[in-house]
């Protein structure tokens, strides 16, 4: 009798990204949300600094990793909801689904969700606040796919532990806040350097400081994240 082996690592993170791709592409519903939010949000800033339009184009970067962060809170809070329902991460642990997959799914199809909403800010941010993208769009997309990443993996570790709580959409920006400000700033100051130009060639070592932000929060976040479901 042949018995049954359970996928791998690799092939339970991609049956369950898929999972969640499939939800939120039938519903749409937490990405349509997200996208009115973040571009209210930069509405609320073009409105609040009204028509100085030199600030406006030298903070631009950072009004735009705001709303992106704003939003990230909204879209991580929710990225549970189905699997703490009814007790469906149990189900999911009992399939059996290895519990670095689960996390490697949920915060992959995080960063997918906010890359998507960075992009289409960014014509948003352009058309609001009269900016240029000096370097290219291959510098901005690295920059946003580094940043996105990096607010994914900790939100998502962050999202599992007050998934379960009441206050929950208050724990979560409590817990990640702190944490990504570095990533946050160093997101900020290479979308800006993009947008104003790099004639002292800094970026680069704002993308390796993304980059190592990545590194250290997606290994702790595989490394602490079946402790974390247990719990």
């Known amino acids: ?115 998507a909403l960075g992009v289409v800010l960014v014509p948003v ?20 796919v580094l940043g996105c990443l990096a607010l994914s993996a900790p939100g998502t570790v962050y999202a599992a532990i007050s998934s379960n709580a009441r206050a929950r959409d208050v724990l979560l920006p409590l817990l990640l806040f702190p944490l990504v400000i570095p990533a946050l700033l160093s997101a900020a100051k290479g979308t800006t350097l993009v947008l104003q130009g790099d004639p002292m060639h800094q970026l680069g070592s704002w993308q390796g400081l993304l980059l190592g932000f990545n590194l250290i929060y997606w290994g702790l976040g595989f490394v602490l994240f079946p402790r974390v479901i247990e719990d």
């Open 125 to 144: 941010m352009v058309a609001l606040y009269g900016v240029k993208i000096v370097t290219g769009f291959g510098d901005l997309a690295g920059i946003l």
């Open 1 to 115: 009798m042949r018995t049954l082996r359970p996928a791998g690592l690799l092939a339970t993170t991609f049956i369950l990204l898929r999972k969640d791709l499939l939800i939120e592409w039938r519903t749409r519903a937490r990405l349509n949300a997200l996208i009115f939010f973040a571009m209210a949000t930069l509405l609320l800033f073009s409105f609040a600094l009204g028509p100085d339009t030199k600030l406006l184009e030298r903070n631009a970067g950072g009004y735009l990793w705001l709303a992106i962060l704003f939003a990230s809170v909204l879209s991580l809070g929710e990225s549970f909801r189905v699997e703490t329902e009814n007790a469906c991460l149990d189900g999911v642990r009992l399939a059996p689904a290895n519990a670095r997959a689960i996390f490697l799914s949920k915060a992959i199809g995080n960063a997918l969700l906010l890359l």
